[in-house]
Nanobody
Framework: QVQLVESGGGLVQAGGSLRLSCAAS??????MGWYRQGPGKQRELVAT???????NYADSVKGRFTISRDNAKNTVYLQMNSLKPEDTAVYYC??????????WGKGTLVTVSS
């Protein structure tokens, strides 16, 4: 059974930094990533990373956010720097198992105050 444990959300002032973590268990995962859903908005991609380390970022976070993963620990990280109020959202971890099924975390709230 796949389980995802997210951590690292919280309240931060604009310009600050936060680091999100998502520890996955129960399978081997190809792609891992983060999505977010802001108030009144649809869920959107933030960043993804393949098992080999190839990354993809939303234009809105390029240069500010860095995604990384530790395959030995089945953990994906999102380092968020220069945070803006518009980054306020619930951030969801997403992983894809080798058999192709996607799994979602419960979400962690990031609030950026101006």
């Amino acid at each position: 059974q796949v389980q995802l444990v997210e951590s690292g959300g919280g309240l931060v002032q604009a310009g600050g930094s936060l680091r999100l973590s998502c520890a996955a268990s129960g399978s081997i995962f190809s792609a891992m990533g983060w999505y977010r859903q802001g108030p009144g908005k649809q869920r959107e991609l933030v960043a993804t990373i393949t098992r080999g380390g190839s990354t993809n970022y939303a234009d809105s976070v390029k240069g500010r956010f860095t995604i990384s993963r530790d395959n030995a620990k089945n953990t994906v990280y999102l380092q968020m720097n220069s945070l803006k109020p518009e980054d306020t959202a619930v951030y969801y971890c997403n992983v894809r198992a080798l058999h192709g099924m996607d799994y979602w975390g419960k979400g962690t709230l990031v609030t950026v105050s101006s």
